[in-house]
């Protein structure tokens, strides 16, 4: 059973338009969230993260929003820029809990920024 | 700070071969992760160690796999014997917190 989703394997969106990866989780003990950026024959790199007391948290372009009722996140990249073309990874964990820092990752999502 | 180190980058090996991949953590990290990605499964956290001891194996497939950290800055991820079913990338990551650093992965390929 899928606990962390990202039900869009791929996304294609206009270089300077907003970018929108979506995430949904099942488990409520689920705390801390990352979101992690992959280019191809490379690791995952962090990207950003948000705990569960906050519902936003902005870094430059990049934005996470966190609807804790609904179990879902969303990475809102803006604006879109063809460097930004790689797979998104969603993380989550539960700090503090058993297997403290223990990542379950969703599947990812492929974004193409088109030129 | 280099980064977290694995070797090798590329690795082809014919069936029943045992493999053996290598990974340096940062130094400085308590935590240790091995995982597989592949396109069915995505990213699957094989076992991960806390202070060089292994904490959770569980998603370790079989007793073909088996993975050892003797101390803090090294450890290995064997496969004996290998199947091509365990072609995969299998990255490992460390980290000190919740914010896990990625090594570059190697590409496994079992003929």
């Known amino acids: 059973d899928q606990q962390v989703k990202q039900n869009s394997p791929s996304l294609s969106v206009q270089e300077g338009r907003i970018s929108i990866l979506n995430c949904d989780y099942t488990?409520?003990?689920?705390?801390?969230f990352l979101w992690y950026k992959k280019y191809p024959a490379e690791g995952p790199t962090f990207l950003i993260s948000?705990?569960?007391?906050?519902d936003k948290n902005e870094d430059g372009r990049f934005t996470v929003f966190l609807n804790k009722s609904a179990k879902h996140l969303s990475l809102h990249i803006v604006p879109s820029q063809p460097g930004d073309s790689a797979v998104y990874f969603c993380?989550?964990?539960?700090?503090?809990?058993?297997?403290?820092?223990?990542?379950?990752f969703g599947k990812g999502t492929k974004l193409s920024v088109i030129p | 700070d280099a980064g977290v180190i694995q070797s090798p980058r590329h690795e082809v090996t014919e069936m029943g071969q045992e493999v053996t991949l290598r990974c340096k953590p940062i130094?400085?990290?308590?935590?240790l992760f091995w995982y597989r990605q592949t396109m069915m499964r995505g990213l699957e956290l094989l076992i991960y160690?806390?202070?060089?001891?292994?904490?959770?194996d569980s998603g370790m497939p079989e007793d073909r796999f088996s993975a050892k950290m003797p101390n803090a800055s090294f450890s290995t991820l064997k496969i004996q014997p290998s199947e091509p079913r365990d072609s995969a990338v299998y990255f490992c990551?460390?980290?000190?917190?919740?914010?896990?650093?990625f090594g570059p992965g190697t590409r496994l390929t079992v003929l």
């Open positions: 993380a989550a964990t539960n700090c503090g809990g058993a297997g403290s820092y223990q990542l379950t």
């Open positions: 160690f806390n202070n060089n001891v292994p904490i959770d």
């Open positions: 948000i705990s569960s007391i906050k």
């Open positions: 130094s400085g990290h308590n935590s």
């Open positions: 488990n409520s003990m689920f705390d801390y």
């Open positions: 990551a460390s980290s000190y917190e919740n914010e896990q650093f």
